[in-house]
């Protein structure tokens, strides 16, 4: 288990990293922060130890993705709107705002491993392992996500 | 740049502040077993209705759940009454060393099948740490002959059913995933064929630290020895097809080039379609020449609804997609191919 000083060092670093993947995940803020919670509690209670800061990295994303698995499966879930959540955050230029809905718009099968390759550079094999699904089927997404994004920015009149 | 106007815009998302104390403070106190109040008050909800909610009903909203992960649209109400036509509830279990294994229900177009299972942990098992359980499972029909294209069993990485009162997730779902042909090419998952589903031993996976892999090495460990076997028949199955192309084979262009980094341009493939068929959960392009990649592939309805396929399995010159919703057939429009490629609807087959 990790000692406390231990929890919150890696607390303190990765709590944005969790909130991300539970938000791209369930494009709701509430509801990451439920998730986020979740995880960290977990962490808290895991009794084997991580030799590096990569593998416990991963293994909160592992985490992460089936405390999000497990709350879209209960009866009483409903999407909710990012829209509302947007307002709330301030990006450093609109350009910005625009990308980051940009990926919130996709459809859900794509926003993760967009999130996972292009802001935390996981490489396509590790995507793989991670949402343990086929490389293909990463790459397929990343090139499909990555089609819609250009439409969708084009429209917007950016990246023409 | 895409890549760096986005990393600068996810630098700009953090948690929010409460979350953050909330977090830290948890080293600083005893954690409850169930450390979130609302959610353990609504999993206690849940946990009744599930209870009063009928075996039936429970079995099937799982499988459709499963169908539409990667949807976020929830099923309409034409596809609903489709599911209750045919979605087949099979309802067997059986337990051996303390865990049963529960068949739920399936669903089938002929060549692919999803049949779910559930499997429960006995009482005081909590798998919340839990990191990958698999079986050795295997989905084959009782007498026939027949070339597998694709099997899977996916574990959904999380527990459908809420904790019990102990706070424990000790159950899980599973969906076994198999596309399948007869020697002669013709659909096998038909009416009436018996079908055997076979369990092996459970085992947990998880990602432990290593000395010689900083991400870890997957352990696997035997929580349960057995073979778990059961038999059932298919009497629901969605037979129909539709071939959207009648004799001329129809050009198509596609950018391929799967996996290429952004930096880098995807070429061209120059293709022929020599026939599309399109079924409840599957569709099929066979091509002229030996495709290197799978083309983007939407399914229009009338409504102006639209199901995207997933690239599936490649076999041969065959391109096989499977989708995430069932596909009314009566109610396609027609089919986007690549970029401008456009099959337009044509009779059902009964099958």
Known sequence: MLSNDQFTFYAERHIDMVYRVALHYLKSADYAQDVTQNVFLKLLQYNKPFESDRHLRNWLIRVAINECKNLVRKRWWHHESYDDYAGKLSFDSPKHSEVFSAV???PKRYRLPIYLHYYEEYTTQEIADLLKIPKSTVCTQLKRGRDLLKQALA????YV | MFETDYKSACDAVKAPEKTREKILNLSRKKPSPFPIGKVLFVASLISILAVSVSATEFFQSWLRQYILQGSEIPLRQNEVQYLDAYEQVINQSQTQDGYTVTLESAVTDGFLAYVSVLVTAPEGTDFTHLDQPTFTARLSPQDASYTCISDSYQNNGGFSCPPDKDGNSRTFHWVLEMEAVDNKGDSLFLTGTQWNVHFENLVLTYLEASAENQYGEFIQETVAEGEWDFTFALDKCDLRSME????TPVPVQYE?????PST???ALEENSILSCTLRAYSAVLTMQKDPSDFPACTVVMKDGSRIELLSHTKFYKQ?????DRPILLDDVDYVLVGEDTTLYAQEISQG
Not at chain 1, 155 to 158: A, K, N, P, T, Y
Not at chain 2, 256 to 260: A, E, N, R, T
């Open chain 2, 244 to 247: 959207l192309i009648q004799g």
């Open chain 2, 319 to 323: 391109l096989r997609f499977k989708t």
């Open chain 1, 155 to 158: 429209e917007e009149g950016s």
């Open chain 2, 256 to 260: 391929s080039g799967l996996g290429l």
């Open chain 1, 104 to 106: 919130m718009e996709l």
């Open chain 2, 264 to 266: 880098e341009s995807p």
